[in-house]
């Protein structure tokens, strides 16, 4: 079993992440070699990450990986990682969810100093994860209302630099998703145990997502270290979009009693559609679903602090 401080490690680059550039993957390089042994590896096609991580945890020259990317990275080598592998995220996305959320920061350079020192003070955390329909999960994976989110955001495609768009664009993007809806969500699918809902998202930690610096709240009290919290809308009316703001912002859901259906530290919720549903996992478009099956990994991987 691997355990301690990493002294070889492979560096894990998605070169088409928002915020990852040549001069920035030499930066971020020069700063892990302070520290530990590093080998570089770029990423070419989907699902390099899941294949390069788990040939490194099956190597046992090696002690640790860093990934420098965004969330659809991240979420890559969480479905390659075996159990003892140590992992370091650096932030190269667009909205970086889940290093930000386990308190490594935004920037790519704070990041890596901060893990660098964590590798070679043995600094760990041990983390749950959540599946859905058998795909690892490291914040959220939803179906419905905000999985057709990230799907109309994908559907503009990318910058002529090759980069995601920005928060203003997302903003934007949001605002058509519910007025093409006219603020109005029916019930169509049923939570199993607990009855019908318009949407719901399997959360695995807090905040569900970031809107620049801000913090978007589902499941506030959710930890790495739990199981799941399934959060679930009843429907959705004009009316109520207000109190589904300040809940967002806020993570505080009194104004929406009995609109909000809440399960917590769960190990699975199986989700019934009545037509196909958009369906995401840590914000990558999975196309449309008929059934989801939300469970909790515990203890499942070892990251870098």
Request: charged residues 25%.
């Amino acid at each position: 079993m691997r355990a301690g401080n990493v002294e070889r490690a492979v560096l894990v680059v998605n070169p088409r992440a928002s915020r990852v550039t040549p001069d920035r993957v030499a930066q971020v390089e020069r700063i892990l070699r302070s520290n530990c042994q590093i080998e570089t590896v770029f990423t070419t096609a989907p699902r390099d990450g899941i294949r390069i991580a788990e040939d490194v945890s099956n190597d046992a020259a090696f002690d640790g990986l860093f990934m420098y990317s965004g969330d659809g990275g991240f979420n890559e080598v969480l479905n390659g990682a075996g159990p003892e592998l140590a992992i370091g995220f650096i932030p190269g996305g667009r909205t970086n969810v889940l290093p930000r959320a386990l308190g490594i920061g935004r920037n790519p350079f704070a990041a890596a100093r901060q893990l660098a020192e964590g590798a070679q003070a043995g600094r760990r955390r041990r983390i749950s994860l959540g599946r859905a329909n058998g795909r690892r999960f490291g914040f959220a994976s939803g179906i419905g209302l905000d999985a057709e989110l990230v799907r109309m955001w994908e559907s503009l495609g990318r910058r002529r630099d090759g980069r995601k768009r920005g928060d203003i664009v997302f903003s934007l993007t949001a605002l058509r998703v519910f007025w093409k809806k006219r603020g109005l969500m029916a019930p169509a699918l049923e939570i199993s145990g607990v009855g019908p809902a318009a949407s719901a998202v399997a959360a695995n930690g807090d905040p569900y997502t970031y809107l620049g610096r801000a913090p978007l709240h589902l499941a506030p009290r959710t930890s790495f270290e739990a199981g799941i919290d399934v959060v679930g809308l009843r429907e959705l009316r004009p009316a109520r979009l207000p109190a589904l703001a300040t809940f967002l912002i806020s993570g505080r859901e009194n104004r929406l009693n009995g609109d909000l259906i809440r399960l917590r530290d769960v190990e699975r919720v199986d989700v019934t559609c009545s037509r196909p549903l958009p369906f995401h996992v840590d914000g990558e478009d999975l196309g449309d679903v008929m059934h989801a099956t939300f469970e909790s990994e515990r203890n499942a991987v070892e990251v870098i602090v």
